[in-house]
């Protein structure tokens, strides 16, 4: 009987793998080509190695698993809240420091402040695999360029590298970014979304607790602010998403960014100290927890030393 | 690639055991302009001369001497155009080194990758071997390093070295000269003698280069007034 790639064949053949809810162990989504009832992937003399890039394979394995019922694990989010703002002489950009997965806190105290150029820093929000890996990769390529022109980085240019890279994966790359920084035209702000949009602000708020930073901005945010009171201002926006968004929480972080200097504030507000922590620490002491049942079970060496073997050869 | 006239390696061997394309890229070094290392106690430094096909050229706009990282610099003698093309894929190897460690590259893997690029292309189907020998200076965890590197593609960790058209009578000079204990600034006006040794024409600021590194290893190039300093110190 020939061999058939079509699948609602395949159950006629195979009854009862039709039963099961997890059906990726048949078929190898790159090729549609059904596995064998021995689990040997048959191979197409066509078969070319992937070429590099992205590969969306496992996407497509996704999507399928979905469609079947099975849930995905929560990915590991930062929640977020991060603005940016332009004052006077540069601009400031701040962050809270919680990364959640899912209802879980799972980094009290991350950086969400990334390094992209000494000029240059960038807020992200999103998955925060995504942020790192994108913030990481275009720091590099502006590494390079700066070696190629001998010029300072402009953020423009790093914004376009963001957005061609994001556009490219149409959104999957789930990262929302507020770049900031100062090159030799001047201050600049933009905020860059998951699918590559970009906007250019005075003043800006990212991720889960953009509305409650939001509406401290556009409250108090006035042009020509000094360096002091945008400063403030960006703390108290930050503190508005710590305080009343369950994504982001624990710490303030600030970087300012003017020409010619750039200050890292990590941890510039820490509003969310542990309070109560007892002094004396906890004592364990032997005999405290009740034995229920012992096992022991004597280690048996099961290497055998032989004296006196040959001498290798020369 | 495939079928081509040119797929098979034009490096091949000589009955008497020589690859013949490499013996002529280190003649094509050997006519190029002079450049040399010297390691300090305290640094590394190199220099090259800057002569120009004309004075027509617009000598700012030329550099020799270039960086690979904050902390690694690179002088070569020979095609300034192949030395080019290493510049780039060793700055983009830094780079890869740096995203997958999260760790500046120290200069002995810098030098080894770049090494197995020149050693590729004298093994690869229709290409040619680089015409440049290239002297590799950086200050990193393991102090001051110079390495040279040349078109077969191997390297070396030298104290002093020189490349180019004046190579014996710069190396017999630094052999004289050469002191263990040298301190950066030494260095300096040692190279700025060993050039001076085989330059024809007035040497000054703007027709020779020299790169420094020094404990703070951040690598630069000198500019062409500092250099007229230094040559006003050794006059």
């Avoid at chain 1, 195979?14 to 997890?22: D, E, H, V, Y």
């Avoid at chain 1, 201050?187 to 939001?214: E, I, Q």
Wanted: with cysteine.
């Amino acid at each position: 009987m020939p061999l058939t790639y079509d699948r609602e064949a395949l159950f006629d053949r195979f009854p009862l793998a039709s039963k099961s809810k997890n059906l990726s162990h048949l078929f190898d989504p790159r090729k549609d080509i059904p596995k064998s009832s021995f689990g040997v992937r048959m191979v197409k003399m066509t078969d070319l190695p992937t070429k590099g890039g992205f590969s969306f394979d496992l996407c497509t394995r996704n999507q399928m698993l979905l469609d079947k019922g099975v849930q995905m694990p929560p990915f590991r989010k930062t929640g977020t809240t991060i603005v940016g703002l332009v004052f006077q002489d540069g601009v400031v950009l701040g962050a809270d420091t919680r990364a959640t997965e899912g209802p879980i806190v799972a980094d009290k105290n991350c950086e969400k402040i990334h390094f992209m150029a000494p000029n240059i820093y960038c807020c992200g929000a999103g998955t925060a695999a995504d942020t790192e890996a994108v913030t990481d990769m275009v720091s590099s390529q502006l590494q390079l360029h700066r070696y190629a022109t001998g010029r300072e980085s402009r953020v423009v240019t790093a914004l376009t590298l963001l957005k061609s890279h994001l556009f490219s994966y149409q959104g999957h790359v789930s990262a929302a970014l507020v770049l900031g920084g100062v090159d030799v035209t001047g201050p600049h702000l933009h905020t860059v979304y998951p699918h590559g949009s970009t906007d250019t602000l005075p003043f800006a708020t990212m991720g889960s607790g953009s509305l409650a930073a939001m509406s401290v901005f556009e409250s108090k945010y006035r042009e020509g602010l000094t360096r002091e009171e945008g400063i403030e201002l960006v703390a108290e926006a930050i503190c508005a998403g710590i305080f009343n968004d369950l994504g982001s929480g624990s710490n303030v972080d600030v970087c300012v960014i003017t020409k010619g200097q750039t200050e890292y504030l990590r941890n510039y507000q820490l509003p969310n100290p542990r309070t109560y922590i007892s002094s004396k620490g906890y004592s364990f002491v032997k005999g405290q927890t009740e034995v229920l049942s012992t096992k022991i079970t004597p280690i048996q060496s099961k290497v055998q030393t032989v004296e006196g073997g040959d001498a290798m050869e020369e | 690639m495939g079928d081509s006239q040119y797929s098979f390696s034009l490096t091949t061997f000589s009955p008497s055991g020589k690859l013949v394309q490499i013996e002529h890229a280190l003649q094509a070094v050997g006519s190029g302009q002079t450049s040399l290392g010297i390691k300090a106690a305290n640094g590394v430094v190199v220099a090259t001369e800057k002569k120009l096909p004309s004075i027509l050229v617009d000598e700012t706009s030329v550099q020799k001497i270039q960086l690979m990282t904050p902390n690694i610099g690179v002088v070569y003698s020979g095609m300034g155009p192949d030395s080019r093309v290493l510049v780039r894929k060793s700055r983009k190897q830094a780079q890869q080194y740096f995203r997958l460690y999260k760790e500046p590259i120290p200069i002995t893997q810098l030098v080894r990758e770049t090494a197995a690029v020149m050693q590729e292309f004298t093994q690869s189907g229709g290409v040619r071997p680089f015409g440049v020998s290239l002297l590799i200076a950086g200050y990193d965890d393991n102090g001051p390093q110079l390495y040279q590197v040349d078109p077969s593609g191997s390297y070396f960790s030298w104290k002093a070295s020189a490349m180019g058209k004046n190579v014996s009578n710069a190396k017999t000079f630094l052999e004289k000269r050469y002191t263990e204990d040298m301190e950066l600034e030494d260095a300096i006006h040692t190279a700025i003698l060993t050039l001076k040794e085989g330059f024809e024409g007035q040497i000054s600021g703007k027709n020779i280069e020299i790169g420094i590194i020094g404990a703070d290893r951040k690598f630069r190039v000198l500019s062409s007034s500092e250099i007229d300093d230094y040559l006003a110190e050794v006059e």
